[in-house]
């Protein structure tokens, strides 16, 4: 989800910063979901792949590159440049859009409205921060520490102090640091947070006020700084770990954490470790299996394709043995 490079290893590196670059310019620009998909995807495989690509042919075989991404690559290689990214990169627009649109809270739309009315850069929003609203108006204050990456240490402390609050309030909680960070990631764009609790499960009539009580909790320690939004499902806001012994002072970071209903928790789990990639292989297994599977639940396929009834789940385990596949450990999902 995060729009920031990282530090890395990786012997592809250049490739996925273009691909990304051409998949930002989709999303933000263009509005072509399709081709930012496409873009992401192909870089997330380059990304992994353990040796330096040579040639766009050798790329194809990767699963998730294909004809006119190979193409590019040979021309990068070739030339060392891009002749579709130069021309985005020659408009004054697109560019600015592109700025814009890092700033957490603004979206394509807002963008372009704000280019529209002159605003080019971050500085000129910094200028111009009256026409912001609030989640805008935080993007904006904490830009520099959002656009650096948080180290796999930091997200540590992050986590325990959550789940020590979340212990202190009901040790019936239950949370888990999705995405990237439970694949193993050594860096991660921002922290989020899984959250159930059994007083809570998908027959619910009202849903309790968990999620409101663990916010509150944080605020109070002065963990939680800024609140972007909060429902009774889902909160979006910033955090910051108190100054160290040693003195040192932590960077602001984007934190979110989404309350699951007991009983779909572990399809959740599943869901929101990813990656992507790994997520439609198994769904595409399931399937073939005779099972659907999504972030809610697995349900059997009758022979008319209808889906039943959710299947019990107490374990992400539970759901590789239905549809026969052998376990993978999150840090084996990074396909």
Request: hydrophobic share 35%.
């Amino acid at each position: 989800m995060s729009k920031r490079k990282a530090e890395t290893d990786n012997p592809n590196q250049e490739f996925c910063d273009f691909l990304m670059e051409l998949a930002n310019y989709e999303k933000n620009v263009t509005r072509a979901m399709h081709k930012y998909n496409v873009y992401r995807k192909a870089a997330g495989v380059l990304s992994k792949h353990p040796s330096k690509i040579t040639s766009g042919a050798e790329a194809k075989k990767l699963p998730g590159v294909g004809e006119k991404i190979s193409k590019k690559i040979d021309e990068f290689i070739k030339t060392g440049k891009l002749h579709k990214l130069e021309k985005i990169r020659a408009d004054d627009h697109n560019v600015a859009v592109n700025e814009l649109t890092k700033v957490t809270g603004i979206g394509p739309a807002a963008a372009k409205k704000l280019v529209g009315e002159g605003i080019m850069s971050i500085e000129d929003l910094k200028k111009n921060i009256n026409k912001l609203n609030n989640h805008q108006k935080i993007g904006l204050k904490h830009f520099e520490d959002f656009e650096k990456r948080i180290p796999r240490d930091e997200m540590e402390k992050l986590k325990d102090l959550v789940e020590k609050k979340m212990e202190i309030i009901d040790s019936k909680y239950r949370t888990e640091v999705c995405g990237s960070f439970r694949r193993g990631a050594q860096a991660s764009g921002d922290i989020d947070f899984l959250l159930t609790h059994p007083n809570y499960t998908s027959e619910a009539k009202k849903r309790p006020a968990l999620l409101h009580d663990v916010v509150k909790k944080l605020e109070e320690a002065k963990f939680v700084t800024d609140t972007l939004s909060l429902g009774d499902t889902k909160f979006m806001g910033v955090c910051q770990l108190p100054k160290s012994e040693d003195g040192t002072e932590y960077l602001f970071r984007r934190i979110d954490i989404r309350l699951i209903p007991y009983d779909q928790y572990f399809c959740a789990l599943l869901y929101f470790t990813g990656s992507d990639v790994f997520n439609i292989n198994m769904r595409k297994e399931a399937q073939e299996q005779g099972f659907i599977i999504n972030e809610y639940s697995i349900r059997p396929l009758g022979s008319t394709g209808v889906p039943g009834e959710p299947l019990p789940v107490t374990s992400e385990e539970d759901i590789f043995d239905y549809i026969g596949m052998k376990y993978t450990e999150p840090t084996n999902r990074n396909v």
